[in-house]
């Protein structure tokens, strides 16, 4: 008799995304005239950029001769070319030096992220933010790292959950114990907030003082705005002893059907054994690697090399600003109306207080109703996400400002 996972059976119902997904569909076949604006999950419309495009064909083009051909792609890291580049674009100019076999290139930070606990414990205490990106946290729980989840309070056993709420500006306070994995998302994913290099600072020293390792999420980093904002942990002194970091294309260059982002694993970085011996996570990502994944398509790497080009440089930041005007539309519409509204000023989310207290399903269902407009719940994301409300700004310039519209004149609040 086969066995199943039960810790698959902590999860209750449906993956964020795809319940959304679910109710989209159901109210559309029920009112197939509704033009329904998408303002749900964080997925990009704008086309890949043209110098992208460029790369990606030149690629395609080099599997088809013999003498350019590439089958599997070098163990564990990816390609020197692209690993160089982003040593040379993303991290030097910000003053963090790291070495080639730092870098492993993948097809995602979502399957990063989750499957980077695989090198932990299970006996560790997770922390994380609250309210956080889902996969974080489900993947701790299908791992067996997690106890039950409590339906009254939103929140599975045995995790430390750190509220991020207008009340303390979304900057998370440090836990009371001792915790050993800390998620951390900056830019945050939802809240659109991020921490200064002071607030960030004291997670590092923390990770120190506790032997803890920080999960460090920067998939938005290239929606900052504000020169004072930390675009990676390791501008801070000492992060790289304590602290992975996992970037992507998918945001930055239009990547989330193209599949291409990276994890930075410091050798310096070590967890221990039972023992309390170190062992370099570095070494064990790379095995883990090894064993489970043959990389990143050349043609995807190719393409994403091009996104360093002078052009794909420029072609990315007209991109971004482009969806960051959409996040500035949308922000200074809903408080023309009294809306509450947080984040979308270094982060392509904006994060809204529901009016009336309302409650965020409910607020879910009135928006889906009256206004044909969908959004992601902030209890989705957690239960200090109840009352809130996000909104993308990866749609196009029309519906951010059709969006607006219909918030001033369909919506009852
Ligand atoms: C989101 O909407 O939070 C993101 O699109 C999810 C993701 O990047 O996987």
Same mark, same amino acid.
């Given at each position: 008799?086969? #066995?199943? &996972?039960?810790?698959?059976?902590?999860?209750?119902?449906?993956?964020?995304?795809?319940?959304?997904?679910?109710? $989209?569909?159901?109210?559309?076949?029920? *009112?197939?005239?509704? @033009?329904?604006?998408?303002?749900?999950?964080?997925?990009?419309?704008?086309?890949?950029?043209?110098?992208?495009?460029?790369?990606?064909?030149?690629?395609?083009?080099?599997?088809?001769?013999?003498?350019?051909?590439?089958?599997?792609?070098?163990?564990?890291?990816?390609?020197?070319? #692209?690993?160089? #580049?982003?040593?040379? *674009?993303?991290?030097?100019?910000?003053?963090?030096?790291?070495?080639?076999?730092?870098?492993?290139?993948?097809?995602?930070?979502?399957?990063?992220?989750?499957?980077?606990?695989?090198?932990?414990?299970?006996? &560790?205490?997770?922390?994380?933010?609250?309210?956080?990106?889902?996969?974080?946290?489900?993947? &701790?729980?299908?791992?067996? $790292?997690?106890?039950?989840?409590?339906?009254?309070?939103?929140?599975?056993?045995?995790?430390?959950?750190?509220?991020?709420?207008?009340?303390? &500006?979304?900057?998370?306070?440090?836990?009371?114990?001792?915790?050993?994995?800390?998620?951390?998302?900056?830019?945050?994913?939802?809240?659109?907030?991020?921490?200064?290099?002071?607030? #960030?600072?004291?997670?590092?020293?923390?990770?120190?003082?506790?032997?803890?390792?920080?999960?460090?999420?920067? !998939?938005?980093? !290239?929606?900052?705005? =504000?020169?004072?904002?930390? *675009?990676?942990?390791?501008?801070?002194?000492?992060?790289?002893?304590?602290?992975?970091?996992?970037?992507?294309?998918?945001?930055? !260059?239009?990547?989330?059907?193209?599949?291409?982002?990276?994890?930075?694993?410091?050798?310096?970085?070590?967890?221990?054994?039972?023992?309390? =011996?170190?062992?370099?996570?570095?070494?064990?990502?790379? /095995? $883990?690697?090894?064993?489970?994944?043959?990389?990143?398509?050349?043609?995807?790497?190719?393409?994403?090399?091009?996104?360093?080009?002078?052009?794909?440089?420029?072609?990315?930041?007209?991109?971004?600003?482009?969806?960051?005007? @959409?996040?500035?539309?949308?922000?200074?519409?809903?408080?023309?109306?009294?809306?509450?509204?947080?984040?979308?000023?270094?982060?392509?989310?904006?994060?809204?207080?529901?009016?009336?207290?309302?409650?965020?399903?409910?607020?879910?269902?009135?928006?889906?109703?009256?206004? *044909?407009?969908?959004?992601?719940?902030?209890?989705?994301?957690?239960?200090?996400?109840?009352?809130?409300? $996000?909104?993308? !700004?990866?749609?196009? /310039?029309?519906?951010?400002?059709?969006?607006?519209?219909?918030?001033?004149? /369909?919506?009852?609040?």
């Amino acid at each position: 008799m086969a #066995l199943i &996972n039960e810790n698959y059976l902590k999860l209750p119902g449906n993956y964020l995304f795809a319940e959304i997904a679910r109710r $989209r569909d159901a109210f559309q076949k029920a *009112h197939p005239e509704a @033009n329904i604006i998408r303002l749900g999950i964080g997925d990009v419309t704008k086309p890949l950029p043209p110098a992208v495009i460029e790369g990606l064909h030149k690629a395609v083009d080099e599997m088809a001769d013999e003498k350019t051909f590439k089958g599997y792609g070098p163990d564990g890291y990816g390609y020197e070319f #692209l690993i160089e #580049l982003i040593i040379k *674009h993303d991290y030097l100019p910000r003053g963090v030096k790291l070495d080639k076999d730092e870098i492993f290139i993948s097809d995602g930070a979502k399957s990063d992220t989750a499957n980077i606990q695989e090198i932990f414990g299970v006996g &560790n205490t997770v922390a994380l933010t609250d309210p956080v990106y889902p996969v974080y946290i489900d993947s &701790n729980v299908m791992a067996g $790292r997690t106890g039950l989840y409590n339906e009254k309070e939103g929140k599975f056993d045995k995790v430390v959950y750190l509220p991020c709420t207008a009340e303390n &500006n979304f900057v998370p306070e440090l836990p009371k114990g001792k915790v050993d994995m800390i998620y951390l998302c900056f830019p945050n994913n939802p809240t659109g907030t991020t921490l200064s290099k002071e607030e #960030l600072k004291k997670w590092v020293d923390y990770a120190k003082e506790n032997k803890a390792v920080i999960l460090f999420d920067a !998939a938005y980093e !290239a929606f900052i705005q =504000e020169d004072d904002v930390p *675009h990676s942990i390791y501008e801070i002194e000492g992060a790289k002893e304590v602290a992975i970091e996992f970037r992507s294309f998918s945001k930055t !260059a239009g990547f989330t059907g193209t599949r291409c982002a990276f994890t930075v694993v410091p050798k310096e970085l070590m967890a221990y054994t039972s023992n309390g =011996e170190p062992v370099s996570l570095n070494s064990l990502w790379f /095995r $883990r690697q090894t064993t489970k994944f043959n990389g990143t398509a050349y043609i995807i790497q190719k393409g994403a090399a091009a996104v360093y080009t002078p052009e794909g440089q420029k072609q990315i930041k007209e991109i971004i600003n482009y969806y960051m005007t @959409n996040a500035k539309i949308i922000r200074e519409g809903l408080e023309s109306i009294g809306i509450q509204v947080f984040g979308g000023v270094n982060a392509p989310y904006i994060w809204l207080k529901t009016p009336n207290g309302m409650d965020s399903w409910a607020f879910f269902d009135k928006l889906l109703e009256e206004a *044909h407009i969908i959004g992601t719940p902030g209890v989705g994301f957690g239960p200090s996400g109840q009352g809130y409300f $996000r909104l993308t !700004a990866f749609g196009s /310039r029309e519906n951010a400002e059709e969006a607006v519209e219909r918030f001033k004149t /369909r919506l009852k609040i």
